[in-house]
């Protein structure tokens, strides 16, 4: 009698992924397999845009470092793993570990704008590949249940959640006198991208 045998799955290498990806392919690549992602929805969108305008007017203004958002790669040889955040910073002085396609190890902040379906993903399986990499800093943005959790990483390498201050905001340890308040992000309507960059920044030095 023959054995049976568990079906094998095909791995391919990163470089054989960033070579089938493109701004049509919606897929994230661990441990030598392609998993797919499911569509966002209009509220991610909003959010997401929302998100990266504010942090990006920040990081121009103050001449932080570079910003990047969905479709592109942030590449973990811990793992091994390569994601898509829904948005990541990368401070200056990491400037040289990024590509044109990807960011070659962690970015300094990483966000991740949870769906129903990614939630899992995004608690478990992300929050581990983050910290394992030395990610930072991870913002984790749950519209549907209205939360913010950001995580630090501490001396010991393990992230801690990081307690909002007196007056409700977070401040970000990576991206230099960034704020934000988390009520604003569950606002109907959300407050638009012009009010929204006069509120986020603290003064920094010159």
Same mark, same amino acid.
């Given at each position: 009698?023959?054995?049976?045998?568990?079906?094998?799955?095909?791995?391919?290498?990163?470089?054989?992924?960033?070579?089938?990806?493109?701004?049509?392919?919606?897929?994230? !690549?661990?441990?030598?397999?392609?998993?797919?992602?499911?569509?966002?929805?209009? &509220?991610?969108?909003?959010?997401?845009?929302?998100?990266?305008?504010?942090?990006?007017?920040?990081?121009?203004?103050?001449?932080?470092?570079?910003?990047?958002?969905?479709?592109?790669? $942030?590449?973990?040889?811990?793992?091994?793993?390569?994601?898509?955040?829904?948005?990541?910073?990368?401070?200056?002085?990491?400037?040289?570990?990024?590509?044109?396609?990807?960011?070659?190890?962690?970015?300094?902040?990483?966000?991740?704008?949870?769906?129903?379906?990614?939630?899992?993903?995004?608690?478990?399986?992300?929050?581990?590949?983050?910290?394992?990499?030395?990610?930072?800093?991870?913002?984790?943005?749950?519209?549907?249940?209205?939360?913010?959790?950001?995580?630090? $990483?501490?001396?010991?390498?393990?992230?801690?959640?990081?307690?909002?201050?007196?007056?409700?905001?977070?401040?970000?340890?990576? &991206?230099?006198?960034?704020?934000?308040?988390?009520? !604003?992000?569950?606002?109907?309507?959300?407050?638009? $991208?012009?009010?929204?960059?006069?509120?986020?920044?603290?003064?920094?030095?010159?």
């Amino acid at each position: 009698m023959t054995a049976l045998t568990e079906p094998t799955v095909k791995t391919i290498s990163f470089e054989e992924y960033l070579a089938m990806s493109g701004e049509d392919s919606n897929t994230e !690549w661990v441990n030598g397999e392609i998993v797919e992602m499911s569509p966002e929805s209009e &509220l991610h969108q909003e959010i997401g845009f929302l998100l990266l305008t504010a942090m990006g007017g920040h990081i121009q203004r103050n001449r932080l470092g570079k910003i990047r958002f969905e479709r592109f790669v $942030m590449r973990l040889e811990q793992i091994p793993s390569a994601r898509e955040p829904d948005i990541l910073f990368v401070r200056n002085e990491n400037l040289h570990r990024l590509h044109p396609t990807f960011l070659e190890g962690p970015a300094d902040v990483v966000v991740e704008i949870v769906s129903l379906e990614s939630r899992l993903r995004d608690r478990a399986a992300k929050f581990y590949e983050y910290e394992q990499g030395g990610v930072p800093e991870y913002w984790l943005i749950d519209p549907d249940r209205q939360t913010a959790e950001f995580f630090v $990483m501490s001396d010991r390498g393990r992230y801690s959640a990081h307690a909002l201050d007196a007056d409700g905001y977070f401040r970000s340890r990576s &991206l230099d006198g960034f704020r934000l308040k988390p009520s !604003w992000l569950w606002e109907d309507p959300l407050p638009d $991208m012009f009010t929204l960059a006069g509120l986020v920044s603290d003064d920094l030095p010159d």
